[in-house]
C-alpha cells in the first residue's frame, strides 16, 4: 500500500510546514504572543472538528 502511506507523509509533513509558517508569521508580528495564540487557536479548531465530525459507531445487533 505505497499510495495511502505516501498520501499520509505528504499530508503529515505539509500541514507542519504550513503550521510553522503561520506560528513564524506570527511571531514577527506579535512576538511569542502571537505565536503562542496561533497555536492555541488551530488546536481549538482541530479540538472542534472532532467534536462535530467524529461519530460514535452504531450498534446494530438487535
Known sequence: MPVPTGIYYMSYYAAGAVGNWGAGVAFEGWGWLGSVVTIAFVQA??????????RRPVNNIP
Open 45 to 54: 479548531l482541530a479540538a472542534l472538528i472532532v467534536v462535530f465530525v467524529w
